[in-house]
């Protein structure tokens, strides 16, 4: 695949972000949030720097992504869509009876999901597990794994990053939706992470600071990876919940919900305006 110009990935974003404010009025219910604010680095994985055919999703040199952070599958589906995994009618149908996509991704029912998620702290383990299973196959993948911030608060993150930099797993990349907010307000107010960046290094891992939302800056450090040898690396990505849509950014009242109504009319207004200005 040529890789895509940054103005073309800001447009699949926008895209994006419509189709999931469409999903959204469709399923009635839904994880917003953490799907807005991840949105744009998941554009980047599929449309610039992961390796994968979407008309062989088994293909053995894939890279792998694994969403850890289960719950905004609405903005995976919607990326799988666009990248030619399912068709529209398809992800249309999120979180409706007897559909494929169900509120967490499950591998089994859902081509192009690597890993069943959704019990928040596990990604990162399977991630250095698919790593290095990929050293000792000496194969040249990598694996990507998508946090939230709320999530690393779990401790079965930090005996995996032990694991990833006691293994030298460089072939392991972890991204954090650094967006400050959990479902119950500021992520500093529930357990506070700070310093943050300072502990991954503390745990061996090379970090790398990046505005979550500026493909200039996601792309530069997706394609590097792996970027010191020997290290696994870590992507912290500080984004804005919500982003995109007026009343959902910076509020953690929208971890969760769905549209409808005026929200819903206001919702479809300011996506719609966004790609108009291209």
Known sequence: MTLPKTQDLKYIAKQARKLMVETLICAGCGHPGGALSSIDLMTALYFDAMRLDPANPG???RDRFILSKGHSSIGLYTILHLRGFMSKETLFTFRQDDSRLCGHPDMHKVEGVEMSTGSLGHGLSIGAGLAIVGKMDKKANRVFVLMGDGE????????AAMFASHHMLDNLVGIVDRNMLQIDGLTEDILALEPYKAKWEAFGWHVVEIDGH????ITSSLRQAPHVPAKPTLILANTVKGKGISFMENNPAWHGGGLKGELADIALKEVN???AKG
Do not use: K, R
């Open 59 to 61: 293909w053995d040199d």
């Open 152 to 159: 690393t608060q779990e401790g079965s993150i930090w005996e």
């Open 214 to 217: 500026d493909f200039v800056q």
């Open 273 to 275: 305006q966004a790609i």
